[in-house]
């Protein structure tokens, strides 16, 4: 039997995520002026086949003050893909022409403008049956059908509160940046699990559907597709903890902001990679530094450096910082490497020819595997980190242009230097407290 959480909730939670008639009527008002405009733009085209409201704020979802609104631009499966993309940014263009608008990208650009207050997307679809997809977004009109149809009022309220919950601990959103929940991904799980208290439930008593992946969520439109590709395990585990922990002790701070206790003291271990890059599309740089931050960390790694624990701080625009705190900061003066068993003739040859002259020692182990012992180049990190500056970070794989973005302008900076920076830097500042603040339902938070 579907349950309603409403009276479940602590007092204001509710109040929290209801947005007010005033707001509804002037958002109402909005879209209908930037729809109609829309419909004038696109009768223009042949190619167009009518227009579809969409977002949260056409599924009845939104929360108060974060209205998405996006209009779909229905286009002939027919028209070739530099048509499609043509004729959706010259629609966009033109209905909202007189308000601040730009060019945005996801699989095909898009036109999103500030109308009024709030933001409205403007986003070509193919114009398919279910199933049938060309695009990314020919999904969404169907999404739209599904929730405004299977959800009753009371399960939009528990969607509200949901995503409320999910920014509360700092696992919603899409973006490449943060690999949450999506505002979809929400609705789907309300209608699949009944209401906000079972979803918490759920998470609570997780169960990993493989050993590499926590979570599976198919999408009901279109079940071969997995909405939780996207969510980070990290952000999973998150929730899981978080659930855990509001289901043991329900407070209004989870919907108002919550996050686990921070540990300042670690600050003055965290080493920095500072560095400039050129401005791009927040999901672009995002996902170039992450990349790079991956092989960065596997690089330190297999120097014998452990890492406890790193970050990414950066102001989306042209700056960002590689947070990282080590296990520990200097290692001893050699290292030991491993070889081929000695019954792998060519190959054990071939080791100790490489290795023999500059080991320290070389000795067959108890399962005959060759091992030396060599003196290392760089016993403190932060030298090694130098070091890898001045040879390239992008020869280690990863993104080129951050590669040579750090080539240019890298720096490392670590304890006290770094916290005088962060001071004058609020990005940098949230990273910091990030990194050094414990998961939430970790501790008696």
Known sequence: MMTTTVD?????????????????????????????????????????????????????????GEADIDIFVKLSPEVDETR??????????????????????????????????????????????????????DRSPFHVELIKTRLSEAQKLDVRLLKKFLKG????????????????????????????????????????????????????????????????NENVARLVLAARAYLRRPTLQFFLGKSGRMRPDLKAHIIGITFTHPESSEDILWGELKRTMKHLSGH?????????????????????????LPEIQELSPFGKRMGPSVLMEREADEFLARNSKRARLVWAGEGGQLQILK???????????????????AKMGGSPAIGRAIAKSGRVVEGRTLQRIAKRKKWLSAGLDDIVSDSLGTSSD
């Open 300 to 324: 330190i790694t297999r120097a014998g450096f452990d890492l406890a624990r790193t970050a990414i701080a950066s102001d989306d625009r042209g700056e960002s910082t590689f947070l990282i």
């Open 375 to 393: 003196n290392r180049d760089e016993l403190r990190l932060t030298d090694f980190l130098k070091r890898i500056l001045r040879g390239g970070v």
């Open 169 to 232: 601990v700092g696992v919603y959103g899409a973006e490449i940046e943060k690999e949450g929940f999506s505002g979809y991904a929400c609705e789907v799980l309300v209608l699949m699990h009944g209401g906000f208290s079972d979803v918490l439930k759920y998470f609570a008593h997780l169960k990993a559907p493989a050993p590499e992946r926590m979570l599976s969520l198919s999408d009901p439109v279109d079940e071969r597709r997995d909405l939780a590709k996207a969510i980070s």
């Open 8 to 64: 479940a909730v602590p007092k204001g939670a509710r109040e929290l995520c209801t947005p007010k008639d005033e707001e509804a009527k002037r958002l109402a008002e909005t879209v209908e002026r930037v729809a109609a405009k829309t419909r004038l733009a696109a009768a223009k085209f042949p190619e167009t086949r009518g227009v579809v409201l969409g977002g949260s704020f056409a599924k009845g979802t939104w929360l108060p």
């Open 84 to 137: 499609f993309e043509g004729v959706g940014l010259k629609v966009g263009f033109e209905a909202t022409k007189g308000y601040p608008r730009g060019k945005k990208y996801a699989q095909h650009p898009y036109t999103e403008a500030r109308v009024k207050g709030v933001i409205v997307n403007i986003v070509p679809c193919y114009d398919v049956r279910a199933g049938q997809w060309k695009s990314a977004a």
